[in-house]
């Protein structure tokens, strides 16, 4: 229940974070984003340790629910791979973010076209 707790208190910050530092729009649920955030995990484990826990959370992973539209990926990493892990990120396109001052989460982004329309991916890295 505590882990539970943490997660939802986590992505309400990035929430925050990304209504402060970017243009927030309200859009309404659209089914691709499944499909998109499998297509990135799949991507993510060719780039990273197989081992990872990768997982879908915020907005789009709840169907039915609208948001920002941003597809949120969740890692979770051992503290020695957490590093290697951000910087595979970097390595492949990922911007680091300096948002939070908070050393056991590490940020990410990066935007991806799918057909005509541009997606915008974040990673938060969290330390196990």
Avoid: W
Wanted: with cysteine; charged share 25%; proline share 3%.
């Amino acid at each position: 229940m505590e882990l539970f707790i943490y997660r939802i208190t986590y992505q309400l910050i990035i929430l925050l974070a990304i209504i402060i530092y970017m243009d927030y729009s309200f859009l309404p649920y659209d089914p691709i984003f499944k499909e998109l955030f499998n297509k990135e995990k799949s991507y993510l484990q060719k780039i990273l340790d197989d081992d990872l826990v990768i997982e879908h959370f915020g907005s789009t992973s709840v169907p039915g629910l609208g948001g920002k539209g941003v597809i949120d990926i969740y890692i979770l990493a051992p503290k020695d791979k957490v590093k290697s892990v951000s910087n595979k990120l970097q390595e492949n396109g990922y911007l680091f973010k300096d948002f939070f001052k908070d050393s056991d989460h590490l940020f990410h982004q990066i935007d991806k076209e799918y057909g005509n329309k541009k997606y915008h991916y974040c990673s938060a890295i969290e330390i196990t």
